[in-house]
């Protein structure tokens, strides 16, 4: 199994288990994740084009700056309104 890097500059890092995949996305709320890093939104909008043909409904997110963790009420928004996130990590 590959080893899962956490990119946060943790002292000790913390073990974390894997979230449980979900069985399929077909008619689930989807987050796509824009960390705002320059080219992230076109990323996501070609990645709803395909999740949206498929019949998952796309909620889109916008974090404030890619130098700080997502704020806490974006994520509690998220966490009530979709069932997975996918994040946009691009350069």
Request: hydrophobic share 40%; proline share 10%; glycine share 4%.
């Amino acid at each position: 199994m590959p080893e899962l890097l956490d990119p946060t500059s943790e002292r000790r890092p913390a073990s974390r288990p894997r979230a449980a995949r979900l069985p399929s996305l077909e008619g689930r709320a989807v987050a796509l994740l824009d960390i705002s890093k320059p080219r992230g939104d076109l990323f996501l909008d070609r990645l709803e084009e395909g999740l949206s043909d498929r019949g998952v409904e796309v909620l889109r997110y916008r974090k404030p700056t890619f130098a700080k963790p997502a704020p806490a009420d974006l994520r509690h928004e998220i966490s009530l309104r979709c069932e997975a996130v996918i994040e946009a990590l691009a350069d």
